[in-house]
């Protein structure tokens, strides 16, 4: 009798380990799925020329400047603005940029382009927050090779 209730007890321990582990892993990935991440906050971000043109000639220095703005329109400090120029091998652009609400334009870097042609370059800025995008702008610069080629 005895070795019959030890050899139930030892028979269904593991299935009662298992079972628990199991409910504990269906409790974790259920309190995950009831509770995202929140929102990043409402922000805008406004990137532009820093002279005013929206042209340039191929290998001439183009400034970028750009705000990062809350919903009030205050600015914003301590995010990165990832920059990108399309089509890619267009130009040679900073990678990212540190806003600094100090500056009067928030921030500001250095494109140098390569385009052989008259062409249409697109830069984005975006800053991303919990692998989202929480603010974006794009703008377009006509390139054209140098007078003297």
């Given at each position: 009798?005895?070795?019959?209730?030890?050899?139930?007890?030892?028979?269904?321990?593991?299935?009662?380990?298992?079972?628990?582990?199991?409910?504990?892993?269906s409790l974790s990935c259920h309190d995950s799925a009831t509770n995202p991440p929140p929102p990043p906050p409402p922000m805008t971000l406004d990137i532009y020329?820093?002279?005013?043109?929206?042209?340039?000639?191929?290998?001439?220095?183009?400034?970028?400047?750009?705000?990062?703005?809350?919903?009030?329109?205050?600015?914003?400090?301590?995010?990165?603005?990832?920059?990108?120029?399309?089509?890619?091998?267009?130009?040679?652009?900073?990678?990212?940029?540190?806003?600094?609400?100090?500056?009067?334009?928030?921030?500001?870097?250095?494109?140098?382009?390569?385009?052989?042609?008259?062409?249409?370059?697109?830069?984005?800025?975006?800053?991303?927050?919990?692998?989202?995008?929480?603010?974006?702008?794009?703008?377009?610069?006509?390139?054209?090779?140098?007078?003297?080629?």
């Amino acid at each position: 009798m005895v070795l019959q209730h030890i050899w139930e007890v030892r028979f269904r321990l593991p299935i009662l380990f298992v079972a628990v582990f199991l409910l504990f892993l269906s409790l974790s990935c259920h309190d995950s799925a009831t509770n995202p991440p929140p929102p990043p906050p409402p922000m805008t971000l406004d990137i532009y020329p820093v002279n005013g043109l929206y042209e340039v000639d191929t290998g001439f220095n183009f400034y970028i400047g750009g705000r990062l703005v809350d919903q009030n329109n205050n600015p914003l400090s301590g995010h990165t603005v990832y920059l990108s120029v399309d089509p890619p091998g267009m130009g040679n652009i900073t990678p990212y940029a540190i806003l600094d609400p100090q500056q009067d334009n928030g921030f500001s870097t250095q494109v140098v382009y390569n385009c052989p042609v008259d062409t249409t370059v697109r830069i984005t800025g975006q800053v991303r927050e919990v692998n989202t995008v929480a603010a974006q702008d794009v703008m377009s610069v006509w390139v054209r090779p140098p007078p003297n080629q």
